[in-house]
C-alpha cells in the first residue's frame, strides 16, 4: 500500500529496520522466541550486557513484538517475514489474500503488478501459485520490509516506486490497496473520499477501462453510491470481522453477481449473493418479534443482502431500515447469529429495572441496532452494583440474560432472547 509521507517522530520506521538488515540483527532477531511484554525489560537488559547496541536491541524487541502480533494475520509465517507497525495494521490477512490470489490464477493472468504493495503479503499469495508478480511500493523503508519478505519468491520482484508511474506493459492483472490514512505528528487519520486515496479511485477505473483484469481492496465502509458500474463488490468477514470490500473488474469479476458477502471461519467459506444492483432485490415482509431472531453478519449488512438472507431463512424483517430478522423456524446459517425469542418489553429504564430485580439478573449482555441507547450506560443503570457483583456474590450463582434493543417504527423495544 502507498503510504503518506512518515510524520516526524522520536523513532521512524526506518531505524527500526535498518539495524535489522545485517549479519548481526538477522541472526539476534531469529535466535528469539515469542514476544512476551512482562519479560521485554529483563530481555533489553540483558542484550545490552551481552554487547548489542542500543539501536540493534530497540529494532530487534520491536520487530519481535510485531511479529508475535502479526501471527493473527499470518500464522506461522509470521517468524520469517519484517513488518513495520503502519504496515502490519493495513496488511491483508494471509488467508484472504490467499481468496484474491485464486481469482487472478482461475482468470488464467500471466503477471500481475501488485501496485502499493505494502508489506507483500498479496504478493506472496500470487507468488505461492506460481504467478509472476512485480510489487511497487512508495514507502522506502516499506518497500525494503517486502523485497526480504518476497526473497523465497523467484517470480516476485519489488520496485520502489509511485504506484500511478509504473509501465504495465506485458502486464495483464492488476491487485490495488489504496492507502485510505494520512500520517500527521497526531497519529494516522482516515480518509472517505475515494478520490483522496493514494492511488485515487479514478485510476483504479482506467486501468480497468484498458481491459486489465483488476482487483482493488476498499475499506468495508465504502457507501454503495461510490461503487462503480460494471465491477464485482464482494465484502469480506473473517471470524465476524468485516475486513474490507474487494471490487473485481474484467476477468476476475464473476459474471452475473454484483455483490457478495464472504465469511471466512471455524466453519470454513460460506457465500451469498446477489446479481441485482444496490437498492434492487427482493423486499422482504415484515412482521412481528417471534420465533428466533437472526443476527446478520457485518458483510451481509454491508453488502445489502438482509432482505435475500431473510428470504432464505424464511423469515422477515422487524422494520425494513433494521437489520434484525425473525423466523419461526430455527435454521443453521453461517450467515447470522441466532437467538430464541423469550420476551418483548418496551424500551423502559424503569421496566427494564423491575424485570431485572423480578428475575435475579446479575449479568447482562446488550446488543442493539437502531436505537441510541448506549448498552454500557444502560447496563449501569439497570446492574448498579455489577462491578461488585463478583466478590458481593461469592458462592452465590448469577443469572445471566441477553437483552437486544431494537426499534419496531416508532416504538422502541427491547427483546429478551437466549443465545442458540
Not at 471470524?239 to 470490500?245: F, P, S
Request: hydrophobic share 40%; net charge negative.
Amino acid at each position: 500500500m502507498p503510504h503518506s509521507p512518515q510524520a516526524p517522530n522520536a523513532t521512524a520506521p526506518q531505524d527500526q529496520i535498518a539495524p535489522l538488515l545485517t549479519t548481526e540483527g538477522w541472526e539476534l532477531l531469529a535466535s528469539l522466541g515469542p514476544y512476551r511484554e512482562s519479560e521485554s525489560l529483563a530481555l533489553n537488559s540483558s542484550l545490552r550486557k551481552a554487547g548489542h547496541s542500543p539501536e540493534l536491541v530497540s529494532a530487534v524487541l520491536t520487530q519481535s513484538r510485531l511479529r508475535t502480533r502479526a501471527e493473527a494475520k499470518f500464522g506461522e509465517f509470521a517468524r520469517q517475514l519484517l513488518f513495520t507497525q503502519a504496515g502490519l495494521e493495513q496488511a491483508t490477512r494471509l488467508a484472504v489474500a490467499a481468496r484474491h490470489a485464486e481469482r487472478f490464477a482461475a482468470a488464467g493472468t500471466s503477471h500481475v503488478a501488485d501496485l502499493g504493495c505494502g508489506l507483500g503479503a498479496d504478493s506472496m499469495a500470487l507468488a505461492s501459485l506460481d504467478i509472476p508478480v512485480t510489487a511497487v511500493e512508495f514507502d522506502e523503508t516499506t518497500a525494503a520490509c517486502a523485497t526480504i519478505n518476497l526473497m523465497p519468491f523467484p517470480h516476485a520482484s519489488v520496485v520502489h516506486a509511485d504506484a500511478t508511474s509504473v509501465p504495465l506493459d506485458g502486464i495483464d492483472g492488476v491487485w490495488l490497496d489504496p492507502a485510505r490514512r494520512t500520517t500527521s505528528t497526531s497519529g494516522t487519520t482516515r480518509i472517505w473520499d475515494p478520490e483522496e486515496f493514494s492511488p485515487p479511485l479514478s485510476f483504479v477505473e482506467s486501468l480497468a477501462a484498458s481491459g486489465k483484469s483488476v482487483g482493488v481492496k476498499m475499506g468495508p465502509g465504502m457507501p454503495h453510491d461510490s461503487v462503480p458500474a460494471g465491477c464485482e463488490a464482494q465484502w469480506v468477514s473473517v471470524g465476524g470481522d468485516v475486513t474490507e470490500v474487494t471490487l473485481w473488474f474484467n476477468k476476475v469479476a464473476r459474471p452475473g453477481i454484483r455483490r457478495a458477502a464472504l465469511l471466512l471461519g471455524p466453519r470454513g467459506a460460506a457465500e451469498i449473493t446477489s446479481a441485482e444492483d444496490f437498492g434492487a432485490g427482493p423486499v422482504p415482509d415484515i412482521g412481528p418479534v417471534d420465533g428466533y431472531l437472526y443476527e446478520p453478519d457485518g458483510a451481509v449488512i454491508r453488502a445489502g443482502l438482509v432482505a435475500d438472507l431473510a428470504l432464505r431463512l424464511g423469515g422477515h424483517l422487524l422494520d425494513e431500515h433494521i437489520a434484525y430478522i425473525c423466523a419461526p423456524e430455527l435454521a443453521d446459517t453461517p450467515f447470522a447469529r441466532a437467538y430464541k425469542v423469550l420476551e418483548t418489553m418496551p424500551l423502559n429504564v424503569k421496566v427494564l429495572k423491575a424485570w431485572v430485580k423480578a428475575q435475579g439478573i446479575t449479568t447482562l449482555e446488550i446488543k442493539k441496532r437502531g436505537v441510541s441507547t448506549t448498552p454500557e450506560e444502560l447496563r449501569k443503570q439497570l446492574l448498579p452494583g455489577a462491578s461488585k457483583s463478583k466478590s458481593a456474590a461469592k458462592g452465590k450463582p448469577g443469572k445471566a440474560a441477553t437483552l437486544v434493543l431494537t426499534r419496531i417504527g416508532d416504538e422502541r423495544t427491547a427483546v429478551v432472547v437466549e443465545p442458540v
